[in-house]
Nanobody, 123 residues
Framework: QVLLVESGGGSVQAGGSLRLSCAAS????????LGWYRQRPGEQREFVSS???????TYTDSAEGRFTTSRDNAKNILYLQMNSLKPEDTALYYC?????????????????WGQGTQVTVSA
């Protein structure tokens, strides 16, 4: 089984920064595709970023230039560094892992979710 645990959420003022972490317990972490998603109240969960086994990344337009995702394969931890935060970034943030080799497209069809961590950005 795969277990993902997010942490690092909190409440910040607009323009501030947070770093989210996702600790993974799995034997195939090093070859995995990893992603971050977020969900605002009353809205569908949306893609934020991904990172493949080689370190290649993708970002949604709203995150590009402000967010950076990375992975520590020695510790099985996925990160999302969020800078210049805006009120519209307020959401519950989830990490997701899939063993499928096609990244990030595979995240839309398979994988395991973490429990989520809340990010709140005030004006």
């Amino acid at each position: 089984q795969v277990l993902l645990v997010e942490s690092g959420g909190g409440s910040v003022q607009a323009g501030g920064s947070l770093r989210l972490s996702c600790a993974a317990s799995t034997s195939y972490y090093s070859s995995s595709c990893l992603g971050w998603y977020r969900q605002r109240p009353g809205e569908q969960r949306e893609f934020v970023s991904s990172i493949d086994r080689y370190g290649g990344t993708t970002y949604t337009d709203s995150a590009e230039g402000r967010f950076t995702t990375s992975r520590d394969n020695a510790k099985n931890i996925l990160y999302l560094q969020m800078n210049s935060l805006k009120p519209e970034d307020t959401a519950l943030y989830y990490c997701k892992l899939t063993s499928n080799s096609r990244c990030p497209s595979a995240l839309a069809f398979s994988g395991t979710w973490g429990q989520g961590t809340q990010v709140t950005v005030s004006a």
